[in-house]
């Protein structure tokens, strides 16, 4: 079993930087618009011939009420009649992608997101999913990890009963803070007996995982206040926990700029805040996985890693890392082999262009070689907390302390703070560096540089 974390407030001051969250290397900020359409097709056909399976993204974007913290591709209105035209299009992309791969391509992972997906009709959800299974290997078997974002103000039981019916065995469901003062201050009021009721309807309906986000770091929010919505949430018992730092980017996105600045926690009660929730839900049996994620022991998610085989993708930590990810809608990321590449932002441009019978990718990346090595290295830090020369050395015939020789001093300086172990063999992350690891792997970003961090959120 991995050693518990070990909370360092002095560790964690000097290396809570801002940085990429790592759900690529290289990460969205290096996709560019030399990319488009035929590297797209070009990726689909290797992945035909490699018969590889497959992980479908499906974006949603639609919400009814706008939450201030979010800072998600989504669409607001009240008009449920504005979804009708866009899966007019999105059906139509998912017959021009699925044209380009095999149906022997088992889709071993779905996942809806959004935005809001259960904004859509019973009706729509039904016509959606029969669409994609038409075009699609969907399992028939319930063996496949279907998940579907929930926000409990948007679907009951009846709800519930028609996504485990269309196939979905796991929810993850958007809560982030139970205090109503805080509610009121980001226009999220969402009560615990309305999250309830859908967790009791997921168990009863036999879903497979429930997973709960949470946000620390939101105006209004104190210490003693999080530390009874984590109470609170623990009583619930989800299998999975995403306890997430507030990035307020009021720049960057609109929504922010209705929080009032004033009203939200200083540094310092962040840290608190995270640490009590560390040690509650430690005491409450969670393992934590890394980059804000926690899951029971017998999670899937807590398996994997045991077994050294967690992997990181655009949907966060997964066991379905070796699947080519197709990314479906608005705004959607594709990840197929050495390519990345994003479909348009921008909802009458996606529309639009799929009007006149063209896929709507907008940018993206191939990786080259040392992007390819980068991204093995980034990716077994953050998913195992450690690193073997030998292995990567093996995969890609280089000699690690040679290629990565200037890198030595940063890491030889984390060693001695007490973030990792080196030695000529290895690198280990240490318990007081596993809330760090963002910070160990942005040592390996040769993009890093280049970029400005004020896009990025802190480590803590």
Not at 71 to 89: E, F, H, M, S, W
Not at 160 to 184: C, H, K, T, W, Y
Not at 317 to 329: A, K, M, P, V
Not at 401 to 416: C, D, N, R, T, V
Request: proline residues 4%; aromatic residues 8%.
């Amino acid at each position: 079993m991995l050693d518990a974390i070990r909370w360092d407030t002095d560790l964690i001051r000097r290396y809570d930087l801002a940085g990429p969250r790592y759900t690529s290397y290289p990460t969205a900020v290096q996709f560019n618009s030399q990319v488009g359409t035929f590297d797209l097709f070009h990726a689909l056909r290797d992945s035909r011939k490699a018969l590889r399976p497959l992980s479908l993204y499906v974006h949603v974007p639609f919400c009814a009420n706008i939450c201030y913290y979010c800072a998600c591709n989504k669409v607001i209105t009240k008009d449920r009649g504005r979804a009708l035209p866009y899966l007019q299009r999105l059906e139509q992309e998912i017959q021009l992608i699925a044209c380009h791969l095999d149906p022997a391509q088992k889709v071993e992972q779905l996942h809806f997101g959004g935005g809001t997906p259960t904004f859509l009709s019973h009706d729509e959800l039904r016509q959606l999913m029969a669409h994609l299974r038409k075009h699609f290997n969907l399992l028939d078997d319930d063996s496949g990890d279907y998940g579907i974002e929930i926000d409990p103000r948007e679907a009951d039981w009846s709800t519930m009963g028609l996504l485990r019916e269309l196939g979905f065995n796991r929810v993850s469901i958007g809560l982030q803070d139970l205090d109503p003062a805080v509610q009121r201050a980001v226009n999220r009021l969402q009560s615990l007996d309305e999250t309830r009721a859908v967790i009791d309807a997921a168990r009863t309906l036999q879903f497979r995982s429930i997973n709960i986000d949470l946000i620390y770091g939101l105006p209004k929010q104190t210490p003693d206040n999080f530390a009874r919505t984590v109470e609170e949430v623990i009583s619930l018992q989800p299998d999975r926990l995403s306890v997430f730092n507030y990035a307020h980017l009021p720049e960057r996105f609109m929504p922010q700029r209705r929080i009032n600045g004033n009203e939200l926690p200083g540094p310092s009660q962040k840290l608190e805040m995270l640490q009590r929730t560390i040690e509650q839900l430690t005491a409450a049996g969670y393992r934590y996985i890394g980059m804000d994620h926690f899951a029971l022991p017998d999670d899937e998610l807590a398996i994997a890693q045991e077994e050294a085989t967690l992997q990181r993708n655009f949907q966060g930590y997964t066991t379905h890392g070796h699947c080519d990810l197709i990314g479906l809608g608005v705004s959607a990321i594709s990840q197929i082999g050495d390519l990345y590449c994003q479909n348009s932002s921008d909802l009458n441009q996606y529309q639009n262009t799929l009007a006149g019978a063209q896929l709507a990718t907008s940018r993206g990346l191939v990786c080259n070689a040392d992007d390819r090595l980068r991204r093995a290295v980034i990716q077994q830090l953050i998913c195992n907390f450690s690193l073997d020369f030998a292995e990567i050395e093996r995969t890609f015939n280089i000699d690690f302390q040679g290629y990565f020789g200037a890198l030595w001093p940063q890491l030889q300086g984390m060693a001695k703070d007490g973030l990792i172990e080196l030695d000529r063999e290895r690198i280990s992350v240490l318990p007081a560096g596993r809330l760090l690891v963002r910070s160990v792997c942005m040592v390996f970003d040769a993009y890093l540089e280049q970029q400005n961090r004020q896009r990025f959120s802190r480590v803590i």
